[in-house]
């Protein structure tokens, strides 16, 4: 299992890489490699009942930042801060990054039958929106002078939150391993 959750991280890493620069590869990074990373480290066997709060919540939130990047062309910004171009819509890797990203609807399904590779997925989600989307609140600094409302900005003020209270579910959940 770990090495399919480890080829997984490294094809989104790459991918974001090919299709959108540097940084949002790191900024990927953050996300899967860092869940990844503590996946392994802090494993946790909590029931989905667990996270099902966090998990729906920051499922609409992050529903609600997606139509927020789209609607006010997040990419493009990105654009300007990075000097690559976005994919255009409807390309085979940019549909394969979806289709990664997708794999975070599973999270339900495996979790509640205490699949490893659940777990995996449900710490990549939950660091992603708690940890990486912070980086919103970073990109205006690289945006010339004032600074001003990036993309995407307003709806991480919840999925952020969002993204932590499932971390701290699933860090609950490992504690309650050791313990037994």
Known sequence: MVALAGV???AVVALGYVLLGW?????FAFGFVGGFVLWLRVPSSVPFGAIRAPYFIMMAFFAAHKFEERHFGFFPALSKITGVQAPEA????GLLLY???????LIP????RRHPFGYFLAWTFFTSMGVTELAHFVFPFFTPPPLEYFPGMATVVTLAPAGWWGMSRLYQGSLLKLKS
């Open 23 to 27: 940084v949002p590869m790191v900024l």
């Open 90 to 93: 409807g390309l085979p890797l």
């Open 8 to 10: 997984f991280t490294l």
């Open 99 to 105: 289709a990664f990203a997708m794999a975070w609807l």
């Open 109 to 112: 399904f495996l979790v509640a």
